[in-house]
């Protein structure tokens, strides 16, 4: 036999995942709703996204070494000096880098389908198909042309509001709204921001995430992450960051206005049948930073590899628990990383204290050595014992100066 694998979603997940099981000679449908899809999102990539995706110099718009955090009451603290000349964090478009990695499957040969899957007809024996019930946007129409497509499995790449994770029923979670206002400002504003990326945080930002302003091409993203999934409390928060970045802001022009939802832990089931999700679908966003675009690539890489391997490059139906190996890799590498970001986003931004605290924190070189460390390269790095007891006696100790440690 020959595998046939229907991939939903062409971002960083889905498209990673079409690349290596085209390359592997699986028959891959890749399904796209929109071709020219912009989803609202920070845009930074770590360092080591770049070369282990072979990422071209165009899709970066900055190289991103200098940062500030700026606490609740307005300090800044400058990070970046720990940064090797080599080093640096990208930053990008997305459609210009969803684009790219798209194409590049549909290149090699994966089968790109512009259009939105609506249903699946689960199959009643075990080596039977599936089948997706889809629109066939291709033609240009709003509604589109109903088709079906048979596949043997199914990789659900296709975003938090996933229908293909509705489909299996994998359970909810939590999510968070991203909310981020595109605007192209002044030469001399942007000559500031050249290769400089700024964090706040504070309550009038977020109650529990960061608010951003990220270089781009020719303008800046300027948004907020939230878990009060609100309208009026978003745009209350948005308003928030404009104030505090009024100074920075002056005579920009507003060119783009993006929301989108964010998943904020994995869904309790990931794999049923022959299908698996991967990225936001899956729910791989990380606590504390909010990233997700490595992850959602890496994932899509991830569970391709293990399709690749279980079905012997096609040549044979996979099974559920053959496929969940992915999972199992996937919890075995990243896991300790989700804890531990979780656990600074649960210690450090429930209170303008602890936020206060954080920013003093990230002072510290020692501090920014390992942070850097730890996105650049996607480990959670081992300090020194000399080093971590440092960097827990400094947190400590900005905790008890901010108060932050008051019940």
Request: aromatic share 8%; hydrophobic share 40%.
């Amino acid at each position: 036999m020959t595998l046939r694998v229907a991939v939903v979603g062409g971002g960083p997940a889905g498209s990673s995942a079409a690349e290596t099981l085209v390359k592997a000679g699986i028959e891959t449908y890749l399904f796209e709703r929109r071709l020219d899809n912009a989803k609202p999102c920070g845009g930074a990539i770590p360092l080591c996204m770049i070369s282990e995706f072979d990422l071209p110099p165009e899709i970066i718009d900055r190289q991103v070494r200098r940062m500030k955090m700026i606490s609740p009451s307005n300090i800044e603290v400058n990070i970046g000096s720990t940064l090797k000349a080599d080093e640096y964090i990208g930053m990008c478009r997305r459609e210009v880098l969803d684009g790219f990695l798209r194409n590049r499957a549909a290149q090699l040969g994966a089968t790109l389908i512009n259009g939105v899957v609506q249903d699946i007809t689960f199959p009643q024996e075990a080596t039977k198909p599936y089948i997706l019930h889809y629109m066939d946007l291709s033609e240009g129409g709003p509604e589109g042309t109903p088709r079906t497509l048979e596949v043997d499995a199914i990789i659900g790449a296709d975003g938090a509001n996933s229908r293909i994770a509705k489909a299996i029923k994998a359970g909810d979670y939590n999510y968070a709204i991203a909310f981020q206002e595109r605007i192209r400002l002044p030469q001399d504003k942007m000559d500031y921001y050249e290769d400089l990326a700024e964090m706040y945080v504070g309550d009038d930002v977020s109650p529990d995430f960061y608010a951003w302003v990220f270089p781009k091409y020719d303008h800046v993203a300027v948004g907020t992450g939230t878990m009060r999934v609100n309208q009026a409390r978003i745009k209350q928060l948005q308003a928030g960051i404009r104030a505090r970045a009024a100074h920075r802001l002056e005579g920009g022009k507003i060119i783009k206005v993006e929301a989108h939802p964010i998943p904020e832990h994995p869904r309790p089931r990931r794999v049923v049948g022959r299908v698996a999700l991967v990225g936001d679908a899956a729910g791989y966003v990380t606590k504390s930073s909010g990233e997700g675009i490595y992850f959602a690539a890496k994932s899509g890489r991830m569970c391709a590899e293990t399709l690749v391997e279980v079905s012997r490059s096609g040549q044979k139906l996979p099974t559920e628990a053959e496929i969940k190996q992915y999972l199992k890799r996937w919890d075995r590498t990243y896991g300790a990383t989700y804890l531990v970001l979780d656990l600074l986003q649960r210690v450090f931004y429930r209170s303008d204290a602890t936020r206060e605290a954080f920013v003093e924190m990230c002072a510290d070189r020692d501090v920014q050595r390992l942070t850097f460390d730890s996105y650049l390269y996607k480990t959670v790095v081992p300090a020194n014992p000399l080093v971590q007891m440092k960097i827990t006696a400094k947190t400590v100790g900005s905790l008890l100066r901010g108060h932050a440690l008051a019940p």
